[in-house]
């Protein structure tokens, strides 16, 4: 498929269409299209403790239509299973944590987001072995022998670097390795990790897939029934749930999610176009650019190509310097809202870049407007 193609092939109308109308239910005489938040701890429930509804902490109507909606832009037409959580890292855990016991072995990317080395401290105090390899060249091929499961970012959060996951995902399996994919960044407008193989797709819906930067959230997708039971029994264990507001907010935000990636892929693009002509600027990535290391795999799996523009200016003070001198772009961490972010990565000491690395979210400005404040930005810093 060609990035930026709107139709899904057998299931008749494209990603704008259904990421307006994505799990909504059956309309109902006065009632609203989306029903709004259901505030409750409990449920009435006389006789036999038996579902849908029963305890907050198992279920609740808000995350129901979430995730229907969620599954149906993650895998569309098929049949998956969709669980919500509080924040991405507690869907990361709860794929980890429910699948691994003492004694697998676990591959995670070495370039992955910046939690990860502490989830691998966990695991390895849990008696996991946990191999570490970078995204780019499949690199994770290379420790797979043996594991029980593999974990993928691709794109990589933020060197934005990128795996072939059909690939990846028939050697694994033909060993037995369960893959999952952190599909965080291309949201599924972007990438459809299950599409492709994966047995688990696993997101922060803080980011991209609700695009407001005003609520956390995290989901695990999954057409196998049998895992998502155990990802289930976890969430109940760990209690990690998101609030019916968030989840009512990051279902109508799920209305705009085919706009927005619209938009912020079209200025991440633009972006990065204009920072290939600046010779301050080393390093830069984007995997939409025709000429990135990672395009060539991009375009065969992704759909669209996300709104993170990655690279680096010579210093520490230069790059700071860049981000005080930016007036329409907040320097803030996180990426995907509709206001663009930038943020100096080394900041925070946990990601391999250089001083002067710089992640560059995209929002949904007018790109003329954007691409003139970071020229504007540059040129100001550039003493
Ligand atoms: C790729 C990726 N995965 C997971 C997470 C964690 O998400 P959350 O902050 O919602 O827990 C992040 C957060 O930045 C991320 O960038």
Redesign the pocket.
């Known amino acids: 498929m060609k990035p930026g193609d709107n139709d899904t092939p057998g299931t008749g109308i494209g990603d704008g269409t259904r990421a307006v109308r994505a799990g909504l239910p059956e309309p109902v005489k006065y009632e609203p299209t989306l029903p709004g938040p259901v505030f409750a701890a409990h449920f009435h429930l006389p006789g036999e403790p038996t579902g849908p509804y029963t305890y907050g902490r198992d279920e609740n109507p808000t995350w129901t239509h979430l995730e229907r909606a969620i599954g149906e832009l993650e895998a569309p037409g098929e049949d998956v299973e969709t669980l919500a959580f509080a924040?991405?890292?507690?869907a990361?855990s709860a794929v980890l944590f429910s699948q691994l016991r003492a004694g697998d072995t676990v591959v995670l990317p070495t370039d992955?987001?910046q939690?990860l080395p502490l989830v691998r401290e966990q695991l390895t105090a849990y008696g996991v072995e946990v191999r570490t390899a970078p995204t780019g060249d499949d690199a994770q091929l290379g420790v797979l022998d043996g594991a029980k499961l593999l974990w993928i970012?691709t794109p990589s959060?933020p060197g934005l670097d990128v795996c072939d996951l059909r690939r990846i995902v028939e050697v694994a399996h033909a060993q037995g390795t369960l893959v999952a994919v952190?599909n965080?960044?291309a949201t599924p407008l972007g990438q459809r990790p299950l599409e492709l193989g994966a047995d688990f797709s696993v997101?922060?819906?803080?980011?991209m897939l609700t695009g407001h930067g005003d609520l956390?959230?995290?989901y695990v997708a999954s057409r196998d029934a049998g895992l998502m039971s155990s990802v289930r029994r976890w969430r109940k264990i760990v209690g990690a749930i998101p609030g019916p507001m968030e989840a009512w907010l990051a279902h109508r935000s799920l209305a705009t999610l085919h706009l927005r990636a619209e938009r912020q892929t079209a200025n991440a693009l633009a972006l990065a176009e204009v920072l290939r002509g600046r010779p301050e600027v080393t390093g830069l990535r984007y995997p939409g650019l025709p000429d990135d290391p990672a395009h060539k795999i991009a375009a065969q799996q992704m759909r669209r190509f996300g709104c993170v523009v990655s690279f680096s200016l010579p210093t520490r003070a230069h790059a700071e310097r860049f981000l005080e001198a930016l007036r329409l772009v907040d320097d803030a961490?996180?990426?995907g809202g509709v206001r663009s972010t930038a943020e100096r990565r080394g900041r925070w000491g946990g990601d391999a870049v250089p001083e002067g690395f710089i992640r560059f979210s995209a929002g949904a400005e007018d790109p003329q407007d954007l691409v003139a404040d970071v020229l504007r930005a540059l040129d100001e810093s550039a003493y």
């Not at 924040?87 to 507690?90: D, N, P, T, V």
């Not at 997101?203 to 980011?207: C, E, M, Q, V």
């Open positions: 924040s991405g890292m507690a990361i992955g987001y939690v970012e959060n952190d965080t960044l997101a922060s819906g803080t980011k956390l959230l995290g961490t996180s990426f």
